[in-house]
């Protein structure tokens, strides 16, 4: 099975580590997050808290057309989390991606990232209006989703399980998750 691999320049002295973080992806760490579609695991290297997330195999079309016509969601993972951090949105950091093609196209793909330490997703604070300082929380993630705007970022997953909130002194703090369906692109009045 062929292999492609980005690891980002911080983390390329991890890579034997990364490697058997990916062979024995069922074996090492603890499974959260668990979805149908999709796998996620956390494991720690070092003093390093990382996310593995594994995608499902996609049907045959899609095999095809991840290894000849589009970017794999890993892939997009990873280059959209650049994105972000390059326009100054936050977003755990990217690690590395892997992908593992047959003759036909993708098999299998992982992304990795840094673990934050959050607070709440923004999930829970949808669910709880009695939560500690709600409307305060509410009045910065519109801000935040403004400037995301501004910033020509058009995030298609922007939906309450793909924003962590970490709180930083008497604000907040906004992460983005689940980042392989964006959009880069200036955004007129009508499209936010």
Known sequence: ???????????????????KLIQNFDARGVTFD????????????????INIKSFKIPFLINQIAY???????????????????????????????????????????????EQVAYDMMYRSLV??????EHEKILRQFTRFTFQMHEKGIFFKDHSPGNTLIKKNGDNYDFYL??????KFFDLDFDAR
């Open 34 to 49: 668990y979805e149908k579609r999709n796998k996620m695991r956390s494991v720690k290297v070092n003093d390093l808290n």
């Open 67 to 113: 290894k000849f016509f589009r970017k794999s969601k890993a892939e997009r993972s990873y280059a959209n989390a650049m994105t972000l951090l390059e326009k100054g949105i936050k977003t755990p950091q990217p690690i590395a991606y892997y992908e593992f093609f047959s003759a036909y196209g993708i098999k299998n793909s992982y992304y990795l990232s």
């Open 177 to 182: 998750v689940d980042l392989n369906r964006m």
């Open 1 to 19: 099975m062929k292999e492609k691999k980005i690891i980002h320049p911080n983390y390329q002295h991890l890579e034997p580590e990364l490697d």
């Open 127 to 132: 669910a709880d209006p009695a939560y500690p």
